[in-house]
């Protein structure tokens, strides 16, 4: 199975701040990686495919880069409703795995 | 506006039996392929299974092989979950989720609000 890991597993930030995850694939998996952001209580909510394409309706601050296995994922001007958690995940091969997730809190 | 909405998820006793359902709108479901995640309680997600639109290719995480059965109605737009000899393990909430194409690796995107399962004496 291709290991997904993501740094920080938490981060503080404040609104305005520019902030970026890491998400490493333990194997090359292409840009075959996706994000999603999941609220307390809420279902993960799709951001970005193909590593750096934004699923309609997603707004550009947000931005995907990388290849291979090493990726990205950075929020330019925070605001109070980007508080949430970020998950990677590839679908480069089955089983489709998931990383451990970064904590965006004030 | 695409819709996923899981239901059947309940309390179990470890080794029983449960059939999670998820009714699909807003789109061609049978256009695209679908699976189910999980997510423990406090815990990262975990993908269960997947299938594709016509049913040709269907997946399981290793931890459910043998164990659950997913599989899909097109005529009623609904996917399911047959979830035998629970464990503890398995408790979790589970997501309804819409792959982008019709496969089962090309990318999730929309997840439906989850159904909650708890396998507990």
């Known amino acids: 199975d291709i290991q997904m890991t993501q740094s920080p597993s938490s981060l503080s930030a404040s609104v305005g701040d520019r902030v970026t995850i890491t998400c490493r694939a333990s194997?090359?998996?292409?840009?075959?990686l996706a994000w999603f952001q999941q609220k307390p209580g809420r279902a993960p909510k799709a951001l970005m495919f193909?590593?750096?394409s934004l699923q309609p309706g997603v707004p550009s601050k947000f931005s995907g880069s990388g290849s291979g296995t090493d990726f990205t994922l950075t929020i330019t001007s925070l605001q109070p409703e980007d508080f949430a958690s970020y998950f990677c995940?590839?679908?480069?091969?089955?089983?489709?795995?998931f990383g451990g997730g970064t904590k965006v809190e004030v | 506006e695409v819709q996923l909405v899981e239901s059947g998820g309940d309390v179990v006793q470890p080794g029983g039996s449960l059939r999670l359902s998820c009714a699909a709108a807003?789109?061609?479901?049978?256009?695209?392929?679908m699976h189910w995640v999980r997510q423990a309680p406090g815990k990262g997600l975990e993908w269960v299974s997947g299938?594709?639109?016509?049913?040709?290719?269907?997946v399981y995480a290793d931890s459910v092989k043998g164990r659950f059965t997913i599989s899909r109605d097109n005529a009623k737009s609904a996917l399911y979950l047959e979830m035998n000899t629970l464990r503890t393990e398995d408790t979790a909430l589970y997501y309804c989720?819409?792959?982008?194409?019709?496969?089962?690796?090309?990318?999730?995107?929309?997840w439906g609000q989850g159904t909650k399962v708890t396998v507990s004496s």
């Open positions: 989720v819409k792959d982008r194409r019709n496969s089962v690796h090309d990318g999730l995107d929309v």
């Open positions: 807003g789109f061609t479901f049978d256009d695209y392929g």
């Open positions: 299938i594709s639109w016509n049913t040709n290719s269907i």
């Open positions: 194997q090359d998996i292409h840009t075959y």
């Open positions: 193909a590593a750096s």
């Open positions: 995940q590839q679908y480069y091969n089955l089983p489709l795995t």
